[in-house]
């Protein structure tokens, strides 16, 4: 009796401590890190200067994760971020010498939006599943992309106006512009997902495609509009990319897809564990940003890089997936317990 | 009732017929539902009550008979159609979304209250809507709690309450209370009341019997696809629904059993066992060679789960013993099982018990590979010996197919299912569980699937026959064990076997 109460207690304990600790795991690794390369660079890392460098270096991971975690909220992929920012690079690259450079930009947007639908009516129309969709316009495109270049050397530089250069390297207040593009995004995109119509029903599609089709909920369409997004939003990121480099080539969107995908995952292993959402991603990209600063101060190797980003997001991943599977465990066990239907420990809080 | 001539019925159905390839699922079948009323549905397994239900939500369309709501024909019902005309299907699946609060779980679908001029969503307004409607029904629950932390009860009072935010007038239930606990059941029937008392229509369906007596006006009864009857629910008692239910049924689809004929040894023992999950719990009963033992319980009574436990499928025991051949017994995948002498013909014959794709010899040879094999470190397999022990197999189960070639998808469930038997056949098991073999099958099929059960028997192997169809249960079993929520409540031997006896034991009757 009294062995099995103190168990309650525990079990309890232990309940409180997944349900509310586990989901800012990511959050305490993002201070961990910072206390760290604090620690190891004490004079360079925690200035003003370097934090707002790391907010430069992950503004444009922003952006295109952001357009990738609306996709992944409806439970959809979207593979081809990476080639549509190398896309819409090199069609800024090539289209802003011959346009005026406001038109320039809408066009290639609108370019990189069209890819979007396409996707979206590819998987929402013909049923394909959008890994194996977004795999193929990903490679269509890349091979576009290496043939629009090829013409010159495969790197397009020349002719871009100052004006649209200024985009990616000025600054306000300190504050390098590009910066705040990724701030308006992440604003407008958790505003969308987390006030309007539109947003909650895209969490509803992902959380319960049958449910939603049972309340009329307009899949097809929310999907469609997720593809779109998700499409510019990989372009503005090319675009900014040609802002700030003052070029394009046709590998330079490439790691967008994976550094997307892992801050993303990153995220839904945060706050709202399981679930994608913009704080999330934020939350994941300020990791990364952090990861790749503080090993570029500590002249750690690009190759050792990405084996602890590949390591770290994996851990991420199972930590949230291992949380859940022992909130199961406990709520199965606090249900034997009582099989009357309180489940105890849930409300005890 | 004096409503009656006054004002059209709310739906009226009118000699329904639906069949499909190889079955009539529904046969000029008369269905009526008044306004404010709550109407149960009641039938065994296959009596054509899930095929009435989805006629009506416009998911089968009919081949024949008339559907009216509300007085007006309806020529071509489809389920937008349904659903405009205010019906709403609460499956046990529910539909809810989980990360979701009470509050969007109900409005789900419909228009959000917005603030003014903007696209966004006003939160306060929302909840404050969303509380006024569950009072009103007097469901007690905060509209901002997640409905993952709901109680099963709650969360079909939300369901519920969902239905009727978006102007349901007919509610379709469908087993709400298979894993409720009493008092909650109590609270659900207190708001189905309610709502039929605001002219809410009620179809209610359910295993439950007794329910059905507290709470409905009217039954209907199915059976194997017809109607058998329409009653006041006053006008009946709990057995005399059970006989309308099981009704007479030619004796002559089973093979002849007498009563106490020799059983040979112990094959497998069982004692005490009980399930971490509590699915089981303190199972003890043995199987001997020659003896079909029957299995039985309502949905989720646990002879599902026991069934998959002794396969080496399911859950693991945490209390209790096992022994086979005298010798202990703990599968842990159904490799070590089969290696034991165990066999399982599958519920989800499509799914579990046959590759579809693959052809009907490489079927029936699956289990027993390494005797085809003709060198051990290629695995090639002696198709020609394969090919010839399969149109054996083929020839003495009389299965119809064109080939031992054909692939196994394209046969009738019957003959699937005979490639199923075959199968374990091959090594003539220990010990067989068979799990609803018949579901959907037709009636000579279903004869001979039972002779070959039978006759497995006779020739020494127990048989394990899991089934919730009562009468098969009582034409073919030396004995049945009745689960109710994962407890033995009755052990019926052969003498005493009946489908009504078999049902009053799992009803609690």
Known sequence: MDRSSNGRVLTRRLEYFVLKGGRYGTVLGLLLLVVVFAGLKPSVFPTARNFLNIFNQISLLGICAAGLTICLVMREFDLSVGAVATLGAVLTAGWLPHLHPMLGVLAVLAVCAGIGLINGLIITTLRVSSFMTTLGTMTVLTGFSYWYTSGSGAILYSGIPEGFLRVGKGAFLHVPYIVFFMIATLLVLHVLLNHTTTGRRMYAVGGSPEAARFGGIPIRRLKILGFVLSGALAGLTGILLVARLGLAEPTIGDRFLFDSFTVTFLGAASIRVGQFHIVGTLIGTLIMGTIFNGFTLLDVPYHLQLVVQGAILIAAVTSAGLWQGLLLSVRLRSVRENPRGDTGGQDAE | ?509
Not at chain 2, 305 to 313: K, M, N, Y
Not at chain 2, 412 to 431: E, F, T, Y
């Open chain 2, 1 to 509: 009732m004096s409503r009656v001539g006054s004002e059209p019925l709310r739906i009226e159905m009118r000699g329904i017929t639906k069949t499909f390839p190889g079955t009539v699922a529904c046969e000029q079948i008369d269905f009526e539902l008044r306004h404010g009323e709550i109407h149960a549905l009641v039938g065994q397994n296959g009596a054509g009550k899930s095929t009435l239900i989805k006629v009506l939500a416009g998911i089968h369309s009919r081949d024949s008979g008339d559907i009216c709501i509300e007085g007006a024909p309806i020529d071509h019902l489809t389920p937008r159609m349904a659903h405009d005309l205010g019906m709403r299907f609460i499956h046990q699946e529910l539909n809810l979304v989980p990360q979701f609060n009470v509050a969007e779980n109900i409005v789900l679908g419909d228009p959000y209250p917005l603030r003014r001029a903007t696209p966004l969503i006003a939160w306060r307004r929302l909840n404050r809507h969303v509380g006024e409607i569950l009072e009103n029904l007097g469901i007690s629950i905060d509209p901002r709690r997640s409905v993952q932390s709901l109680s099963i009860a709650e969360q079909w009072m939300v369901a519920i309450a969902r239905a009727l935010y978006s102007r349901g007038r007919v509610l379709v239930m469908d087993e709400p209370t298979s894993s409720l606990s009493r008092e909650d059941v109590h609270d659900l029937f207190d708001l189905v009341r309610a709502l039929a008392a605001r002219g809410t229509s009620v179809i209610y369906i359910s295993h439950r019997l007794e329910e059905i007596f507290e709470l409905a006006e009217r039954v209907t009864v199915l059976k194997d696809g017809r109607k058998v009857a329409t009653a006041d629910v006053d006008d009946l008692n709990l057995s005399e629904l059970v006989r309308l239910m099981v009704g007479g049924r030619p004796q002559e689809l089973y093979p002849v059993i007498e009563a106490d004929r020799a059983m040979g040894n112990s094959i497998l023992r069982v004692n005490d066992l009980t399930t971490a999950d509590g699915r089981l719990a303190n199972v003890t009963f043995q199987v001997r060679e020659r003896e079909v033992l029957g299995i039985t319980g309502l949905l989720g009574a646990g002879h599902n789960e026991l069934a998959d436990l002794l396969f080496g499928v399911g859950g693991r025991p945490v209390g209790g013993q096992m022994l086979l051949d005298d010798r202990p017994y703990r599968p842990r995948t159904a490799r070590l099982a089969i290696a034991r002498g165990m066999g399982l013909v599958p519920a989800e014959r499509r799914s579990q018990g046959v590759v579809g794709d693959m052809q009907l010899w490489e079927n029936v040879i699956l289990a027993h590979l390494r005797r085809f094999i003709i060198d051990p470190i290629t695995g090639i397999v002696h198709r020609r010996r394969a090919e010839r022990v399969a149109r054996e197999q083929m020839q003495a189960l009389q299965i119809v197919a064109t080939g031992a070639e054909q692939e196994v998808q394209y046969l009738s469930g019957g003959n699937q299912q005979k490639v199923v038997l075959a199968k374990w056949l091959l090594g003539s098991p220990r010990l067989l569980i068979v799990s609803e073999p018949t579901r959907g099958i037709d009636v000579s099929a279903k004869a001979e699937i039972y002779g070959l059960v039978r006759r497995l028997a006779d020739d020494g192997s127990g048989i394990l026959f899991v089934s919730t169809e009562v009468e098969e249960l009582a034409g073919i079993c030396d004995r049945v064990l009745v689960l109710r929520q994962g407890r033995q409540v009755a052990d019926l031997p052969r003498r005493e076997l009946s489908a009504h006896r078999i049902m009053e034991a799992c009803y609690g009757g």
